[in-house]
């Protein structure tokens, strides 16, 4: 079966750091680009940042550049968003997305996670 | 950058089409085939429904189709059933290698 699960959500004071995880299975992972998009309560979604199969290409929202790097372990078929200065305005469902293409010009997202919630708050 | 431009909401009844809108720009929706649309149920990950503006993934009905004319992308459902309820978003890539969304598009069968 095809399957994304993230982990590493939480409360997290402002300012703080956090790091979440995305584990593929069911399919080869290095194949594939790789994003995390967020969904904050109630509200619609917001792409946040793409990873080419190799690493070579990256891409951040505005919202999140400098603050947030993503990353990924093809040994470990696994994804990362490390999160830097956190903002209230971080609070969110995070999702891992899986492209349809390979390099970075950012296709379509056939297969998504469950999401881990993010909440920034003191 | 803004959020691409959907309708709030778009109702039909039963057996009826509906349509929904994606505006975007020359530098996202307009320049690129790279549009793609996404159902969401509540308290779920969203699920593609088109990508390549026109082109439906493998087990998606064929009641759904996409199309583009311009800066403004379009997803019609045809036949609308009660399981089509939900929030639609469409997406696009853009010249800034981002990704764009739109606001979304709450789906409601009469």
């Known amino acids: 079966e095809v399957q994304l699960v993230e982990s590493g959500g939480g409360l997290v004071q402002p300012g703080r750091s956090l790091r979440l995880s995305c584990a593929a299975s069911?399919?080869?992972?290095?194949?594939?680009?790789m994003h995390w998009v967020r969904q904050a309560p109630g509200e619609g979604l917001e792409w946040v940042s793409g990873?080419?199969?190799?690493?070579?290409?990256?891409t951040y929202a505005d919202s999140v550049k400098g603050r947030f790097t993503i990353s990924r372990d093809n040994a470990k078929k696994s994804l990362y968003l490390q999160m830097n200065s956190l903002r209230p305005e971080d609070t969110a469902l995070y999702y891992c997305?899986?492209?349809?293409?390979?390099?970075?010009?950012?296709?379509?997202?056939?297969?998504w996670g469950q999401g881990t919630m993010v909440t920034v708050s003191s | 950058q803004s959020a691409l431009t959907q309708p709030a909401s778009v109702s039909g009844s039963p057996g009826q089409s509906i349509t929904i809108s994606c505006t975007g720009t020359?530098?996202?929706?307009?320049?690129?085939?790279?549009v793609s649309w996404y159902q969401q149920h509540p308290g779920k990950a969203p699920k593609l429904m088109i990508y390549?503006?026109?082109r439906r993934p493998s087990g998606v009905s064929n009641r759904f189709s996409g199309s583009k004319s311009g800066n403004t992308a379009s997803l019609t459902i045809s036949g609308l059933q009660p399981e089509d309820e939900g929030d639609y978003f469409c997406?696009?890539?853009?010249?800034?290698?981002?990704?764009?969304f739109g606001g979304g598009t709450k789906v409601t069968v009469l």
């Open positions: 390549e503006v026109t």
């Open positions: 020359s530098s996202d929706v307009g320049y690129y085939n790279l």
């Open positions: 997406c696009s890539y853009t010249t800034n290698r981002e990704v764009m």
């Open positions: 997305a899986k492209d349809m293409g390979g390099d970075d010009i950012w296709d379509a997202f056939n297969i």
């Open positions: 069911g399919f080869t992972f290095d194949n594939n680009a």
């Open positions: 990873i080419t199969w190799n690493s070579a290409g990256i």
